[in-house]
């Protein structure tokens, strides 16, 4: 029978020493009474966890949890006021810190063995979100004129499918704009949609060595250098595989070098698709295949905005946002960790749902992810043998 609660339990997978380390380098407890660094985040996950809509909600859940605090590392139930002063006071590069050192640590866990792609060289998938917001409330986060939002730049790993970066910028920054600062990593490809038809920025990748595989705009000039062959009998979906050259003499000076263009027809939306790649080694089907795979951010993008709790926030602070943003990508590490590790075939929905409703429940949390619908075993009858002789009174 196990002592600690499921949450407890999800917790003890954060390495605190990895957690002091950094606080101790942001200096995010100093002067603090009380609320510190780890109370805070057990206190943001919770909120994840539970999906709680106000700080209230979460000071309130957490208390109803009164005699097993204590194995969550914290002393008593945060006041709602303690959580809104830190949210909009403690750096949130703490978390964000944090999230990085989670996914060296944690990330192989949650990879899922390459099945529907050929190549074998790392694959990331680059993209952006828009979270709207009120204006009137968040009036730091411009977008429209009458209208707020954040972007969530993001560069997935194709295995893992999570954040390897992540740029959270107001929301009026174009989706180009926010990928200026992805890590490059030499001999892998990154996918993206037409909105990253940015030459500079593709002359750079191409230049350290980056391979990249992009939807282009309907209005690329350019001029055909060679038509390569088609397949005879297989990928009968690739309509044309050639290599190009751009005429426009400005986009020249952008991107100097010859591209390849490779068009394909998607039979679930009925429509041509037009890529651009500066692989020249790759099967025409290879390339289709690749930016095929880039719905997988779009699967992370509605997880994480329906599973968890970053549609709405609890405060209104710039800073309070990228907390609970950043404890939102911790979150979504952990439960996909639980996932890929269970034995039974969890989805991920289910997965949130189960543990909400029974995150103050007390059961070996592995057992648990492993066989959900297990009766739990009943201990042993006790059995008391009377005396014989014994005198009632």
């Known amino acids: 029978m196990c002592n600690i609660t499921l949450f407890s339990q999800i917790i003890k997978k954060i390495d605190r020493s990895i957690f002091k380390k950094l606080v101790k380098e942001k200096q995010t407890d100093k002067g603090c009474k009380g609320f510190d660094s780890w109370t805070h985040l057990v206190s943001m996950l919770f909120c994840h966890f539970a999906k709680s809509t106000s700080v209230r909600d979460i000071s309130n859940g957490l208390r109803s949890a009164t005699g097993n605090l204590n194995h969550l590392g914290i002393a008593k139930a945060p006041s709602k006021s303690s959580i809104s002063y830190q949210n909009k006071r403690r750096d949130s590069d703490l978390f964000r810190d944090l999230y990085y050192s989670l996914l060296g640590s944690l990330g192989q866990q949650a990879a899922v063995k390459r099945s529907k792609l050929r190549i074998k060289v790392p694959v990331y998938l680059l993209d952006a979100t828009v979270i709207s917001l009120c204006l009137s409330v968040f009036d730091w986060a411009t977008f429209r004129t009458k209208k707020g939002a954040v972007k969530m730049h993001t560069l997935l790993e194709y295995d893992g499918k999570l954040p390897v970066y992540v740029n959270i910028t107001e929301g009026s920054v174009g989706d180009n704009k926010g990928a200026y600062d992805i890590p490059l990593e030499k001999g892998s490809v990154i996918v993206a949609d037409r909105y990253y038809n940015d030459l500079p920025m593709l002359n750079v990748w191409d230049s350290k060595g980056v391979f990249f595989v992009i939807r282009h705009k309907g209005n690329l000039a350019f001029s055909t250098v060679e038509e390569r062959e088609l397949p005879e009998t297989t990928a009968q979906h690739v309509l044309k595989d050639e290599e190009i050259e751009l005429?426009?003499?400005?986009?020249?000076?952008?991107?100097?070098?010859?591209?390849?263009?490779?068009?394909?027809?998607?039979?679930?939306?009925?429509?041509?698709?037009?890529?651009?790649t500066n692989n020249f080694a790759w099967a025409a089907q290879t390339i289709g295949d690749l930016y095929k795979s880039r719905w997988e951010i779009e699967v992370f993008f509605r997880d994480i905005k329906q599973l968890l709790h970053i549609k709405t926030f609890i405060g209104t602070s710039k800073n309070a946002v990228m907390i609970q943003i950043w404890t939102a990508l911790i979150t979504i590490l952990l439960i996909k960790v639980m996932k890929a590790t269970a034995k039974f075939g969890w989805h991920l929905s289910n997965l949130v749902a189960f543990i909400r409703l029974n995150i103050f429940v007390k059961i070996e949390l592995q057992k648990w992810l492993d066989s959900p619908f297990t009766e739990p075993e009943k201990p042993p009858l006790k059995i008391v043998q009377g005396d014989l002789f014994a005198q009632t009174p």
């Open 247 to 276: 005429t426009n003499p400005q986009s020249k000076t952008k991107y100097k070098g010859r591209l390849r263009r490779v068009a394909v027809w998607d039979e679930e939306n009925r429509q041509t698709i037009e890529l651009i």
